[in-house]
Structure formats: C-alpha cells, structure tokens
C-alpha cells in the first residue's frame, strides 16, 4: 500500500528565500505525481503534475521533480512571496482507470515579509 | 464559470442522524471522488464514480454512501453508523481519458458532530 511522507510538517521562511518542500512514496510504481496547494479552509488547487515518465515541471516560479527510483519529489519554490503561505500536499497517482491519488499530510509554509 | 461546487459550506449534525453533501460539477467530467480530511493530515479517499450510476469504494468507505445518478452530481451521505464523521469532506473530478490526470477540487463542506 502506497504511502507519502512529507517533511518537514510546517516551515517559515523570510520573503525573498528560495525554498525546497520534499515528498517522498514508498512504492515507485507511480503513474504521476501531483503537488497541490491548500489556503486555510478552502479546497485544493493543483499546482503541478508530472507523469511518471518525466522529471520535472516548471509553472512560473514553482518547479517540482521526480525521481522514481528514489520515490522522492521536490517542489522548488523561487523568490518566495508572503501569498505563498499556505500547505502543500503531494499525491501520487496510481495507474488504475481511477487514477486514485494517495495524499501526503501536507507542509504548511509561513512566508514572512 | 465552469467549476465545483460543494454546500453547504458548514453542516451540524447530531449524533444518530444521516446528513447528505452536495458535489455539483459542471465540467463535463466523468469521474467524480469524495475526500475526508482531518487536522494535520493528507486527504483519504471514501469512494469514487468512474460513470454514472456506478461507484466504487475508497479507503475509508465504511459508515459512508454515495449515489451517481446525473453525470453532474455525486452525493455523499454521511449515516449515524459513521462513529466519527466531524472531518473536512472535499469533492474532486477529473475528465477521464489520456492526459487528463489533474482532479479538480471544490471549496469543502465541514462537519460537525454535536
């Protein structure tokens, strides 16, 4: 059963810092991997998908990587802004018709102008 | 505006009781899922719908039922066998097909056991 681990729970950082969220899964049979954000309260929004045959993706100042064989992705977060505060959530996609998504817990990032 | 839309926003329920929670999508998608969230933790799946008036337990179903009976919608209802239902419910879709791997999420419902 798959399972996904992000460290650390929450990090504050100052504005203007690049920072680096990790997630990792213990079963490299993904078919993608997907980072979603989460303000307080509120649904999720997808951010960035990357299929299990790619390495990363790049959305603006977001960038996320892959790497199967160490069930690990990073999400890359450039010249960070206080909007940015929010959690994070990593999911990966199985390969079933469903496409079923197992969510890790989430970081919560504190931006501080 | 094509989206999710979930109500209510707020629900109180007394114990014994079964609530049920609107997902209303008008995106066109075929596949339709429920999400329980609790603090501090990641998202877990109650049931899914590929198609309509077809559905398939998730991870956690137990104490849960759903109906598929309008591509549009996908009812969630929370019955009294649920021992511990104050939780956020999310609602996603996604188009099915290749390349359409992204679920889209409504705002959520939060439950309240009194």
């Known amino acids: 059963k798959q399972e996904v681990t992000q460290i650390p729970a929450a990090l504050s950082v100052p504005e203007g810092e690049n920072l680096v969220l990790n997630c990792s899964f213990t079963d490299s049979a993904i078919y993608n991997l997907q980072w979603f954000r989460q303000d307080p309260g509120k649904g999720l929004t997808s951010l960035l998908l990357i299929q299990s045959s790619q390495r990363e993706q790049t959305s603006g100042r977001l960038n996320a990587s892959l790497d199967k064989s160490s069930g690990r992705s990073t999400l890359y977060i450039a010249a960070s802004q206080p909007g940015d505060s929010a959690t994070y959530l990593c999911a990966a996609g199985d390969s079933g018709s469903a496409r079923q998504l197992t969510f890790g817990s989430g970081t919560q990032l504190t931006v501080l102008p | 505006d094509g989206g999710i839309t979930q109500s209510p926003k707020y629900l109180f329920r007394k114990e014994g009781q079964n609530v049920t929670l609107s997902c209303e999508q008008n995106l066109n998608h075929d596949a339709m899922y429920w999400y329980r969230q609790d603090p501090g933790q990641g998202l877990r799946l109650i049931y899914y719908?590929?198609?309509?008036?077809?559905?398939q337990k998730g991870d956690i179903a137990e104490g849960y039922s759903v109906s598929r009976e309008k591509k549009e919608s996908f009812p969630l209802t929370v019955t009294s066998a649920q021992k511990n239902p104050t939780a956020f419910y999310l609602c996603?879709?996604?188009?099915?097909?290749?390349?359409?791997?992204?679920?889209?999420f409504g705002p959520g419902t939060r439950l309240t056991v009194l």
């Open positions: 719908s590929q198609i309509v008036n077809d559905f």
């Open positions: 996603a879709s996604r188009r099915s097909g290749s390349g359409t791997d992204t679920q889209y």
